[in-house]
DNA sequence: CTGAAAGCGCTTACAG
DNA sequence: CTGAAAGCGCTTACAG
């Protein structure tokens, strides 16, 4: 036998006033004599009331809920993104319809899911969308945002750090330490993250006329491992590997390790993200930094913005971050 | 201008038929002619039609959400946790409202939170309830559940692993493998987790006649590390240290090897959860696997029990894991 | 400033 | 098997 809440009406019928005023009440902004006020507020508390959010999310066409879709994850990078955003979206209002995926894409199921609740939007992280998915989103007016993702083929907003000018610019850092024959760890290469990092390092090098070579990865550090044993057995050894998430990058430290070699003296190795790890002492690890609050702050803000507005083109939003240099890279005498 | 999404009326105009029917169609174990049910269906398919959760919730007194409320972890065990209660709930046909705590306790805000959107139980992982909230739970007849915690005081369900016996395990485990003066570096002191750790690792000990050392350190990696070094830098340094967590005993064996000592030979390290890190070829450590498959089935299972059966008196349920011998420890000659 | 009434989108006895 | 009607707990014009 479930003992139902009690609501407004109960309230009301203590209070001596009419249901609409103990829903005045409640509701910020309303006309409601200060004496009433109290007098209502004396009793909700007496009697232990709550507004019910479903019922008034159902009159008001308004849930306050936001629903985020987050790929599994084995890179604490997104334990970090997942706090900031629940704390974000809190401190606005929204509160967050979790859901975790295991594909690449976010299926049809878990939009369903956030459909049937009447998010009011839909951040979608570490992972795609179909343009089926994305086009019946926009049927139903509701807004989604992707992380640290974009597609070209998928009109979408989305905010990620600008891999491309990042990996130059790691390359860059390289190739002035005076490292010649680098290698790339992708992630899984069908994420833009992973492509851009690829395309930037890539494409300043050749510009300097170095040939990079590529070892296929997936974000996680046995993939890593594995990749960067391949590297450093080949004939013509790399002497610097950067890797496309930190993940990435510690799997090829501990490899290096493995082998024998000294890190940074034989082989320099680069990371992205700038993980708490990264700073531990036993990896000390050179990477890109990512703005992660900043990153967050713009999601939610785009996203909230896009809830207010008209349909927009949608836009791609990219942040810099910035190189911390560790003790994985060093000047090359 | 919204467009609002199409509600059962209108397929039911579309479909000639009744509103009742429609959300017939759409209740599993309705009486609905396959005929009906099919036109129902196809118009419901071309509308784009979805069944509004929400007001399904109101009327059935029924959400199908459960409340996740976790605290602020930079313990990737947790996000394994997480995904897995995601997954777990979702397999039983429940949403995951989730809630991120930045305090040792749930906050009345969060509670709160939970109680206006109507969660059908509330799962709390890392962290504690004031008996406040428990009895505010409880008046509200919402099922609640510790996960990796229990209290003592404040009466309510609990799943955790069998800290004590399994740190006892590990104490008798160093004591055989011919240590002799152990460390223990403890977790947040406040934690059920660490304090059991904590009693079963030094009554082992001391039944064999020897006094634990013990330095204070919170979970995380910067302190386990600083903890460490004072361990190692006292007159009497141990030969062993055991972590109240995996994060914590890699912060020990990164100050080992600072300190020039070698790991397992001159210092042992033991950690508990078995983190996925652990295994990495420059860790190998030493430490407790929580059995955490088993923990969450468990968990999700006791918490839909009491969802369905009168109070009972709470219980506190544990599992227990097992140790996993690696590289960070050693057979002493 | 306050109350009576309509309505948000659903489910479910009740009657046929 | 199906429809008309009541009701879940709220908000908000409307009238006073």
Same mark, same amino acid.
């Given at each position: 036998?479930?003992?139902?809440?009690?609501?407004?009406?109960?309230?009301?019928?203590?209070?001596?006033?009419?249901?609409?005023?103990?829903?005045?009440?409640?509701t910020?902004?309303?006309?409601?004599?200060?004496?009433?006020?109290?007098?209502?507020?004396?009793?909700?508390?007496?009697?232990?009331?709550?507004?019910?959010?479903?019922?008034r999310?159902?009159?008001?066409?308004?849930?306050?809920?936001?629903?985020?879709?987050?790929?599994?994850?084995?890179?604490?990078?997104?334990?970090?993104?997942?706090?900031?955003?629940?704390?974000?979206?809190?401190?606005?209002?929204?509160?967050?319809?979790?859901?975790?995926?295991?594909?690449?894409?976010?299926?049809?199921?878990?939009?369903?899911q956030?459909?049937?609740y009447?998010?009011?939007?839909?951040?979608?992280?570490?992972?795609?969308?179909?343009?089926? /998915?994305?086009?019946?989103?926009?049927?139903?007016?509701?807004?989604?945002?992707?992380?640290?993702?974009?597609?070209?083929?998928?009109?979408?907003?989305?905010?990620s750090?600008?891999?491309?000018?990042?990996?130059?610019?790691?390359?860059?850092?390289?190739y002035?330490?005076?490292?010649?024959?680098?290698?790339?760890?992708?992630?899984?290469?069908?994420?833009?993250?992973?492509?851009d990092?690829?395309?930037?390092?890539?494409?300043f090098?050749?510009?300097k006329?170095?040939?990079?070579m590529?070892?296929?990865?997936?974000?996680?550090?046995?993939?890593?491992?594995?990749?960067?044993?391949?590297?450093l057995?080949?004939?013509?050894?790399p002497?610097?590997?950067?890797?496309?998430?930190?993940?990435?990058?510690?799997?090829?430290?501990?490899?290096?390790?493995?082998?024998?070699l000294n890190?940074?003296?034989?082989?320099?190795? /680069?990371g992205?993200?700038?993980?708490?790890?990264?700073?531990?002492?036993?990896?000390?690890?050179?990477?890109?930094?990512?703005? /992660?609050?900043?990153?967050i702050?713009?999601?939610?803000?785009?996203?909230?913005?896009?809830?207010?507005?008209?349909?927009?083109?949608?836009?791609?939003?990219?942040?810099?971050?910035?190189?911390?240099?560790?003790?994985?890279?060093?000047?090359?005498?």
């Amino acid at each position: 036998m479930k003992k139902k809440p009690v609501n407004a009406m109960e309230v009301a019928r203590v209070a001596k006033v009419s249901q609409s005023t103990v829903s005045r009440v409640f509701t910020p902004g309303s006309n409601v004599s200060e004496k009433t006020k109290r007098k209502v507020l004396e009793v909700a508390k007496e009697l232990g009331y709550r507004p019910n959010a479903l019922a008034r999310g159902l009159i008001m066409n308004k849930t306050n809920i936001v629903g985020l879709a987050m790929r599994d994850m084995e890179n604490p990078f997104y334990h970090e993104v997942l706090g900031k955003f629940t704390k974000g979206l809190r401190d606005k209002g929204y509160h967050v319809l979790f859901v975790y995926t295991e594909n690449d894409e976010i299926q049809q199921e878990e939009i369903t899911q956030f459909l049937e609740y009447s998010v009011e939007g839909v951040i979608v992280t570490d992972a795609y969308l179909s343009s089926k /998915v994305v086009t019946q989103l926009h049927e139903n007016n509701i807004p989604v945002i992707l992380f640290n993702r974009y597609s070209k083929d998928v009109p979408c907003y989305s905010v990620s750090c600008d891999n491309y000018t990042a990996a130059r610019q790691i390359a860059s850092y390289l190739y002035e330490q005076g490292y010649r024959k680098m290698a790339y760890i992708t992630g899984r290469t069908n994420t833009s993250t992973s492509q851009d990092r690829q395309r930037g390092f890539c494409e300043f090098l050749q510009e300097k006329g170095i040939e990079p070579m590529m070892e296929e990865g997936d974000y996680t550090y046995e993939k890593a491992y594995d990749a960067a044993i391949r590297l450093l057995k080949s004939s013509q050894r790399p002497d610097a590997i950067f890797g496309a998430n930190d993940i990435t990058a510690l799997g090829a430290l501990d490899a290096a390790e493995a082998m024998g070699l000294n890190v940074p003296n034989d082989i320099a190795v /680069v990371g992205f993200d700038n993980i708490k790890m990264a700073s531990w002492p036993s990896h000390e690890l050179t990477t890109w930094e990512q703005p /992660v609050d900043e990153m967050i702050e713009l999601t939610i803000n785009t996203l909230l913005n896009e809830m207010k507005i008209e349909a927009v083109e949608p836009v791609s939003k990219l942040v810099s971050g910035r190189l911390i240099e560790r003790g994985t890279t060093r000047k090359k005498i």
